[in-house]
């Protein structure tokens, strides 16, 4: 499902070289090409390359292919990055062109290059339109819905810790705190975690789910003013007050856009690439790869795996995952 997973990134894939080959193309064929018609409504004439218009689309689509900017971010013509960006698509017209005049494009494996950019970009507009179509608020609503009902509720907690050396110290530090001694006074005079000492044993904020495990059971149900410990830890034994704890929001629709959006997409490519491919007669030619021994067998739930890996964002739990 790696082929899956490079399909879903779209014209972020291609990069300079590729642009090169689609340019080469072009002035191949530039003789019933309509590039003096705006090919967007609003679009913009910015340049012209013997006698060729440059559009501001043109040069926002290269500085998509390059990363520069994302595929819904505007680009202004009157910035330094669209002058580079145009600057560039200039030098491949001109490069290409070259190429075309030194009859570089009727070599048989240019042509398999120029055939297989052609194949790409035919590729990504497949995938653009059928994306398009599933990729919209309410389905972007009902899956986050299906993540507010599956996902794993965390909590918020505000800790504090004094550590010491050994059981006994840590024994005798909560019998200071159970005496009514100030937690902060107590962390100052005793405790051995030089980072947190001097702020009173404040640990700060965190979720409940990243604590390592010890400290997670020891702060189980412990309400906010409590202690809880002493509990074995890496310097030693630590004595912990609970200051807060609160259960931890859920993201909103708007943080989780981008997840959501992920998730779809993959889902939808995953399901139109297995549907062509079961409609195509392909016949592999090479031998499979030799079994190695003990070696466990792909899943068949393995292109359910793959898309797993678009679902990890920080708070998307386990509900994401199909």
Known sequence: MVRIARLTKGKERRKVALGAALALALVACRQTSSSQQAPEPGDQAVARVDGETVWASDVKREAVAEGKIGPGDPLDASSDLFRKMLDEVIDTKVLAAEAVRQRLDADPLAQRRLAAARER?????????????????????????EFLKDRTVSEEIHLRQIV????????????????????????????????????????????????PQPLAQAVQGVKPGQLAGPVKVDAGWAVLRVDDRRPEPPQSLDQMRPTLIRFITFDQVKDLVMRLRSRAKIETLIAPPAET???PAEPASAPLEAANALTNAPGAGNALRP
């Open 164 to 211: 010491v050396a050994s059981q006994a110290d840590a024994d005798a530090v909560k019998k200071q705190l159970a005496g009514g001694v100030a937690f902060e006074a107590v962390a100052l005079e005793r405790s051995t975690d030089a980072e947190t000492r001097l702020k009173g044993g404040d640990l700060g904020e965190m979720t409940t789910d990243t604590l």
């Open 293 to 295: 021994s003990g070696a």
């Open 121 to 145: 970009t035919l590729e990504d507009l497949l995938v653009d339109s059928v994306v398009s179509k599933a990729v919209n608020r309410g389905a972007e609503q009902a899956l986050y819905q």
